[in-house]
Every structure is written in structure tokens, then in C-alpha cells.
């Protein structure tokens, strides 16, 4: 991650935590092929989006990720583990503003 991932910063209440590790839209075959038209970039109009990032910087849920000038929610943080030790993070995320009610039920 520090050699190759991209640089952004995580907003957890007050606290604004820069990291570097990787961010793309989530991707996967079986979405595709229900989908008629992808981007270049490859997003999905779902609107998820994974986050890998160093263990030693913490996100939860509800956190913001703010990457160039746009800002994302997470919905999702878990620690992935080798042995006892946590080597990453990993989050699902969606732009906020955009996607940020993914996940939750209608008020109709």
C-alpha cells in the first residue's frame, strides 16, 4: 500500500486521519452482464465501492473517505487478520450525497 496505493484521508468525527492504500468501484462479472452500459473506469451504477487500507488506521461505519473531491460513506469496516495480527482494513463504501442511502428502507 505505501508503494503503490493513492493517497486520501478518512473523517471520523472531529478526527481526520490521512491514509494510503487502494479505492476502486466494486467490480464483478455476474453485475456486468445485468448491467447495459459500464463505464471506462469500470463502475457499476450500484455505487459500492471497496477501500483496502493499512490496519493501523482505524475507520467504522459511518466514517467518511475523501478521495480528490469526492466523499464516500462507509458502510462496512472489518480488520482481515493473519494469525493474531491485523494486516489490513477493508471497507464497502458509497459516495455520499449520491448513493448514501444504499442499504436503508424506504419511508413509503
Not at 468525527?13 to 468501484?25: D, L, P, Q, S, W
Not at 451504477?45 to 480528490?68: F, H, I, K, M
Request: net charge neutral.
Amino acid at each position: 500500500m505505501a508503494r503503490w496505493g493513492t493517497d486520501m484521508t478518512i473523517v471520523s468525527g472531529e478526527e481526520i486521519k490521512t491514509v494510503r492504500g487502494f479505492f476502486r468501484a466494486v467490480n464483478s462479472k455476474s453485475w456486468q452482464n445485468m448491467e447495459s452500459v459500464v463505464s471506462l473506469l469500470g463502475e457499476i451504477s450500484r455505487g459500492q465501492y471497496v477501500y483496502l487500507g493499512p490496519a493501523d488506521v482505524a475507520a467504522r461505519e459511518g466514517d467518511t473517505l475523501n478521495l480528490g473531491t469526492k466523499s464516500y460513506l462507509f458502510r462496512r469496516v472489518e480488520a482481515y487478520y493473519f494469525g493474531n495480527r491485523p494486516i489490513y482494513l477493508w471497507g464497502l463504501c458509497v459516495e455520499k450525497g449520491v448513493n448514501d442511502t444504499w442499504g436503508t428502507q424506504s419511508s413509503n
